[in-house]
């Protein structure tokens, strides 16, 4: 069985997460579902990356430990997986006792090998974001993140020989043409970072102390970027007693990461592993950002949209599909309430909707709730079914470029060939002729193609695919290789009507709640 890891980053638990973290999770989830649907053996790790100045300073803030502050934050984050259905294998924490020594045993490793150094730091320091930066890097003598003020800090600390790196990582890129996707981003980090040469990379802090401590030099911490691309390794068991997982996933198939983590993933992240001697993930893709009013949305400017209260009022699948399906996933989108509403309408209650429940009732009007066999073919019935057969073939493809938008829209391809040719073929006038042939063959069709579209939306929308499914008479467990033949659903299988899946709505109305 071929196996398949992927991972979400390991987010800040400063706040409760919003719907950009959703959005990684979710397409990580789907990727995950699809996947495993294909026949792969799976592990998909999501998580917590706990330390830093700035948990320090909000759990400060809430009169609080930070190990306290996280738990509750972390308790609500599971939550909201268990809300969306995330099928996550590894929830790893950067405070697991676990991983917290392992970390100390990679920093001791690289310092051994003279990896890591000890040295100072002098340079433009933004508290919000944790970050350093060169003189070069600020914008306009601001941070280039978020736009605040930095000021100069001096601390004493130990540095990774990132600058060595340089010359293997843009031969990784040169020899692995699909490791950073997508391809923009791979020339982003080319020019912006390794065209001009690296520095080395300032990996401890000696200004808070809510982190990892560095074994042999206990008054620095470890900073940030070791800290928590470790998560990777340690989510599979790496460096503890039991190394099965990780000898059996590692290395990462791909980490799914926000464009303005790239960086740390396609030149920190290799750089490690490198120094390190562990195999490097296969790929790492960027995706764009979720917008809000045109700006992006983050806890630290409080312009948010959380994911929740839409999930209560339309469900999973209406916001994992709009999700995946608004969106270009290399691309930046802007969220607005009206975009989802009416996506809701266009796809889900006015296509697939309104698909499923013409053919369901149809069956039972005119079959009385049994599928027929089919009987007279016509030209028109090819159409359909040649299309039918095509679109797992090029859902794959998508799926595999990361190209959700697409795979979904292949899918909707064939629903709307389905509507129309309910429209095409006028069922109720070959009732009415008493063409009962040529009826039951529109119906079977029409039947089978609900069949095949069960079985692609599985991985997007795996409640619909189920009612889909339940209304069909089948049963629910789908195999994707099933969805290339046509002509599978067996005559005489029994249909039973349900309610109408998506209900069309009063964008009006639903704008005012
Ligand atoms: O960066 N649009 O954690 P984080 C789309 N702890 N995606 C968004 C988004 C938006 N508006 N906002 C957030 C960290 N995301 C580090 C990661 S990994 C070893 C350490 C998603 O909580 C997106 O995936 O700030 C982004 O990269 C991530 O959340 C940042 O999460």
């Not at 400060?60 to 430990?65: A, D, L, S």
């Not at 540095?159 to 031969?171: A, E, I, P």
């Not at 950002?289 to 409080?302: E, N, P, R, V, Y």
């Not at 019935?381 to 799926?399: H, M, N, P, Q, R």
């Amino acid at each position: 069985m071929k196996k398949y890891y992927l991972t979400t980053p390991i987010y800040y638990p400063s706040d409760n997460l919003h719907i950009g973290h959703t959005y990684t999770t979710v397409a990580a989830d789907t990727l995950k579902r699809f996947k495993k649907l294909l026949g792969y053996d799976v592990f998909f790790t999501t998580g917590t990356d706990e330390h830093g100045q700035k948990i320090q300073e909000k759990a400060k803030e809430n009169n609080t430990t930070p190990k306290a502050y996280v738990d509750s934050i972390v308790a609500d984050i599971k939550e909201l997986w268990k809300m969306l259905e995330i099928d996550y294998d590894a929830f790893i924490r950067s405070t697991d006792p676990h991983h917290e020594r392992c970390v100390q045993d990679i920093f001791t490793k690289l310092y051994e090998k003279g990896e890591i150094y000890k040295s100072k730091y002098k340079g433009h320091y933004c508290t919000p974001c944790e970050a350093f930066w060169s003189e070069s890097q600020l914008v306009d003598g601001k941070c280039p993140d978020c736009g605040r003020p930095t000021h100069i800090a001096e601390e004493e600390a130990y540095f990774f020989k990132l600058s060595k790196y340089r010359d293997r990582l843009l031969k990784l890129y040169e020899d692995n043409p699909d490791f950073i996707q997508p391809e923009s981003r791979k020339n982003e980090m080319i020019n912006n970072f390794l065209k001009e040469g690296l520095e080395d990379l300032c990996v401890t802090r000696t200004s808070f102390d809510w982190g990892i401590k560095v074994p042999f030099d206990e008054k620095h911490v470890v900073y940030v970027w070791i800290d928590a691309l470790s998560c990777y390794l340690t989510a599979l068991g790496y460096g503890t007693d039991d190394e099965s997982n990780f000898e059996k996933y590692w290395p990462a198939d791909v980490h799914l990461v926000g464009k303005e983590i790239v960086r740390f993933h396609t030149i920190i992240w290799p750089a490690l592993l490198m120094a390190l001697d562990i195999e490097l993930p296969k790929k790492v893709f960027g995706h764009g950002w979720i917008l809000f009013d045109d700006d992006k949305m983050s806890k630290s400017k409080g312009n948010i949209i959380y994911p929740e209260p839409i999930i209560e009022l339309y469900g999973i699948d209406a916001f994992k599909y709009f999700l995946l399906r608004e969106f270009s996933f290399g691309q930046d989108g802007t969220f607005t309430r009206e975009k989802f509403l009416q996506r809701l309408n266009s796809d889900l209650a006015n296509d697939l909707g309104n698909l499923v429940s013409r053919t369901i009732s149809m069956v039972e009007k005119y079959n009385d709730g049994i599928i027929p066999a089919p009987g007279i073919e016509e030209e028109i019935d090819d159409s359909l079914k040649e299309l039918a057969i095509g679109v797992a073939d090029k859902v794959e493809a998508f799926v595999d470029k990361l190209n959700f938008s697409q795979a979904i829209e292949e899918i909707w391809k064939l629903v709307r060939r389905s509507n129309k040719y309910v429209d095409e073929t006028m069922p109720w006038i070959l009732a009415r002729e008493g063409n009962t042939e040529r009826l039951n063959t529109v119906l079977y069709n029409l039947s089978e193609s609900l069949r095949l579209i069960s079985i692609l939306i599985k991985p997007f929308m795996d409640k619909t695919s189920s009612e889909i499914r339940r209304q069909l008479g089948l049963k629910d467990e789908v195999k994707w290789a099933d969805a290339l033949t046509w002509g599978l659903l067996k005559p005489e299988t029994k249909t039973e009507k349900g309610q109408i899946i998506f209900p069309r709505l009063d964008i009006d109305k639903e704008l005012v709640k």
